[in-house]
């Protein structure tokens, strides 16, 4: 590990090449935070990355243990430490009812989504819990909250994710890393590409606004969970999803 000399907060953000994941890495670079991104596809899309310039960006498959292990020890030679997590990284799936889904496609959504975040966490944490100060973030969604018809292993692995986010945050409560979950509802992304029509106009149809998320919406979230203002909440999951969630 190279000696760390830049006095900023350094986050590491998952699937932050596109979509959601961009969104929070632009927004915490623009904070003044060092910014390290960790996606399956490493290369900004041209003309995404014209107001933001990511300090590292590294090739990885966040449900390969292997691979997330090896970005952790690439990040820290090239910036020295880690202090925020932010665990983007997903896939939605095939739009379909559950006994139509096969083995390969339920384990590849739990893999990347659920999994992913476990071997992420489980890299990283250490290194937090020895600095003695973290923040770590983990994009759940409304489908793991009230779970989503025909999206089961979506809706199954973000559960996961809220659960994993409350036991992790009560195992280290002490030690000046706190572990958060946020809730979105459906956001104008690339994700929606995987999405048929139907679902995204049901989804939109349960959103009182009455419109989709914004990203830069759940990015300004994502900057004050993961801001030192946010000192005394962990194992929480703040809600994202335009009134439709109350609870």
């Known amino acids: 590990m190279s000696e760390r000399t830049d006095t900023r907060r350094i986050a590491v953000v998952t699937g932050g090449t596109r979509g959601i994941g961009q969104a929070i890495a632009r927004r915490l670079a623009h904070d003044g935070l060092g910014v390290v991104v960790w996606d399956l596809d490493p290369v900004v899309p041209a003309g995404d990355n014209q107001d933001w310039k990511a300090d590292h960006i590294q090739a990885v498959d966040v449900a390969d243990p292997i691979s997330v292990e090896r970005a952790m020890t690439q990040t820290l030679e090239v910036v020295g430490g880690v202090d925020i997590l932010v665990n983007n990284a997903g896939i939605n799936g095939p739009v379909k009812p559950l006994w139509e889904y096969s083995s390969e ?99 939109k149809g349960k959103i009182p606004m009455q419109r ?36």
Not at 109 to 116: A, H, P, Q, S
Not at 213 to 242: K, M, N, P, R, Y
């Open 105 to 203: 496609e339920w384990g590849r959504v739990i893999d990347v989504n659920l999994t992913g975040v476990f071997n992420t966490c489980r890299a990283v944490v250490p290194h937090l819990v020895d600095r003695g100060w973290g923040r770590i973030v983990n994009i759940a969604s409304i489908a793991g909250k009230e779970g989503v018809q025909n999206i089961t292993p979506y809706s199954a692995s973000k559960a996961g994710v809220i659960g994993l986010t409350k036991a992790l945050a009560k195992e280290i409560i002490t030690t000046g890393v706190t572990v958060n979950a946020v809730a979105p509802v459906m956001a104008a992304t690339d994700l929606l590409d995987q999405m048929t029509e139907e679902h995204i106009a049901a989804s």
């Open 212 to 247: 989709l998320l914004e990203v830069s919406e759940l990015a300004a979230l994502v900057a004050w969970i993961t801001s030192e203002e946010c000192s005394f909440t962990s194992g929480f999951t703040f809600d994202a999803s335009g009134g439709r969630a109350t609870y």
